[in-house]
């Protein structure tokens, strides 16, 4: 057995930017530094390494099915959280197997009893990056600077290495031996296919692979107009982006796509593959090569149309706000007459937002007045990357002509005044659809969220009283929102996730449209949880320390999910469209 004492080397990582490649390529030694990532677990949590910066170290094993050295090692993992938790250790585990699905991986876990997270490296640049050798071999991390303080087995010999490892951390005191060989056994060698390529990530194409990977993802954000921070114009902005983009794909803040893939699947998915994730962070970890040829993100004469679906049949300009520079804006609730004297059956609504930096949402409505709203219906709404919303064929929503249109509309303040003129374009059908769209609403207005609490849920319910026909769904909380779902449970009380959400993100008010829309019969009931963040570990949070009640304005909260539906047999819809339902619960 092999032990190596406490390394003052130089980190791996500074070594390879000092080269002009990013991020670890080799196995990852006492005092290196471990990048951020996130990653779901088995149960389809979202675990971010840095977020648990709280605790004074992590410990992360690689778990692999069948591996003998996990499976033995596994009472004296649970041992040690078991004694450290109290003492602000996480301990996680990490699947990299290429050959592992979820599905096996959650079936082992209940087989071992393995009651500790496994975080799921379907792409393996997790684990390349952590340079893991074989299951069974565990880093742990000091949340100080997010180091590697041991790397090894849990114990070898009847040393307890780990143990030894989190003591000295946690009473700030050198690991007098920061590294051993890993146990060898059955089943535990893991293969990372990608790294004993990095000569080809260095060929990888800058102008046939990467820059067109950016403009069928990245470009319609990133581009001038666009909602994005920067504008992606040229290979040298690209490599001068490169360690921003590499993290942000790490930790899938981008693209932002938020949906669990293990449920369902969405046709407006913006996540990329799992081969263009490899291809474009082992791009950068080669040093981002511009290689030969043209320059497709120079080059690009793409037009972007002011209205992406082309110019509306009906153009309706919001009245004019004003924006103060600085205080507090309670919702603005404008109307619009509507100029047509016929009834017309819309096919598609889009939004041009005013001015971006101080618009964060629209929510667009009708009715004959403010108070029956409700017995009109729903036009949608703008919210920040959000595209048109475009009804199914065989849908459509009727709007009469003594409609007016109603638009709740959420400022927010930029530091300088401004003035928001907004407008919403409505195109329409030539004849009437076979069915109305229609929208149920699931609120819950009741809710607390006690304050330092880093998991509170919360849930509302409606049960459908006849067949439909779900096509999409939409969630929505504020800051503290941390994740979401849709649950249906069926007459015969199976149930099924339409949606789960476990990384929610304010910035990005997704709606989620099924690939293939989904048959609800009779008497199905759709759960919406919530669960929300009110600790100071959320970055985001106003106020840890206050219990939080329902509210319009950011720093309260909200319980709010949409389905979008129709009716299986239009005659089974009600003359006039139902109340909001809202049923609450706190779990």
Known sequence: MRVKQGSKLLGIATTLALSGAIGPALALSPGDTVDNFRLLDHTGASRQLYYLSDMKAVVLMAQGNGCEVVRKSLPEMQALRDKYRAQGVELLMINSNLADTRDAIEKEAKAQGIDLPILLDETQIIGESLGLKRNGELLVINTKGWKVAYRGPVSAGGTPYAANALDAVINATPVKTAQVDASKGKGCDLKFPEADRKQAHANISYEKTIAPMLIDNCVTCHRQGGIGPWQMTSYDMIKGFSPMIREVVRTERMPPWHADPHYNVFSNDRSLSKDEIKKLVHWIEAGSPRGGGSDPLKDLKKQWPEWALGEPDLIVEIPAFDVPATGVIPYQMPSADNPLGHDVWVRAVDFQPGDRTVLHHIIATMGSNAESVRDGGSLGGYVPGAGPMLLPAETGVLIKKDAKFFFQMHYTVSGKPARDVSRMGLYFRKDAPQYQMRSAVLLNP?????????????????????????????????????????IATYPDGRTETLLS???????????????????????????????????????????????????????????????????????????????????????
């Open 446 to 486: 009741r809710l607390k969220i006690p304050a330092n609490t880093k998991e509170h849920t919360e849930s509302a319910s409606k049960t459908f009283d006849h067949d439909v026909i779900v096509y999409n769904l939409l969630p929505h909380s504020h800051f503290r929102g941390k994740a979401s779902d849709f």
């Open 501 to 587: 959400v476990p990384n929610y993100d304010f910035n990005w008010q997704t709606t989620y449209e099924l690939k293939t829309p989904k048959l609800l019969p009779a008497g199905t009931k759709v759960t919406h949880h919530t669960t929300w963040d009110n600790s100071a570990q959320n970055k985001a949070n106003p106020d840890p320390n206050r219990e939080v009640p329902w509210g319009q304005q950011t720093w309260d909260e909200m319980l709010y999910g949409v389905v979008r539906y129709r009716y299986v047999n239009e005659s089974d819809a009600p003359t006039a469209p139902p109340a909001k339902v809202s049923q609450n619960s706190a779990e």
